[in-house]
């Protein structure tokens, strides 16, 4: 498929991950907003940072899917990942669109203009009918998020590598897409 492009939007970055980022990105996964909103372990340090991101990595090499790093364009300041993912897992929608911020970067409306960048790219470069976002039901600012970018509700789903706690899948169709006018 070929390794993780670059993006522009009007203040973001969407990069590849770089061995540099590992102090940035595991702080943000440290956070205790972070560690709530997707239920990671109090532990989590910087040999799982490294491997989630060598995972996005490793994932844009293999399916042209995964997550950029996220970089405020005026500053050179890490402010989380956001994009797509695509697992090996049977009971997966298919092609996800996430984001996570560093807590110090909410409320600026990042992960809705990364989201929307990365809608835009799934869209271009992949021959899919549909998208989706996997979100806790108790994440409320992801659904926000979700909306904004012109996702629905679509169904409620417990996945074998998350037993406790169900998403709820959001989706958003090509066809949807391409009669609205979304965020940018």
């Avoid at 009669?179 to 940018?184: D, E, G, I, W, Y």
Wanted: hydrophobic share 35%; net charge negative.
């Amino acid at each position: 498929m070929g390794s993780c492009p670059t993006l522009e939007t009007e203040r973001l970055l969407l990069r590849p991950f770089r061995e540099d980022d590992i102090d940035a990105y595991t702080a943000m996964l440290q956070s205790p907003e972070v560690r709530r909103s997707l239920y990671l372990p109090d532990d989590i340090g910087r040999d799982q940072a490294f491997q989630q991101m060598s995972q996005w990595l490793g994932q844009w090499e293999l399916r042209g899917t995964g997550q950029w790093a996220l970089e405020e364009k005026a500053t050179g300041t890490f402010v989380g990942r956001a994009g797509s993912f695509r697992p090996e897992r049977a009971d997966w929608p298919g092609i996800e669109l996430g984001w996570c911020l560093d807590p110090r970067q909410f409320g600026k409306g990042y992960a809705t203009e990364a989201g929307a960048a990365a809608r835009e790219y799934v869209f271009a470069h992949h021959a899919v009918d549909e998208i989706y976002s996997c979100i806790l039901h108790e994440n409320t600012a992801s659904q926000a998020v979700a909306r904004r970018l012109g996702f629905t509700e679509w169904e409620d789903r417990t996945f074998k590598s998350f037993p406790t706690k169900p998403h709820m899948i959001w989706r958003l169709t090509r066809t949807d897409y391409d009669r609205a006018a979304f965020v940018q």
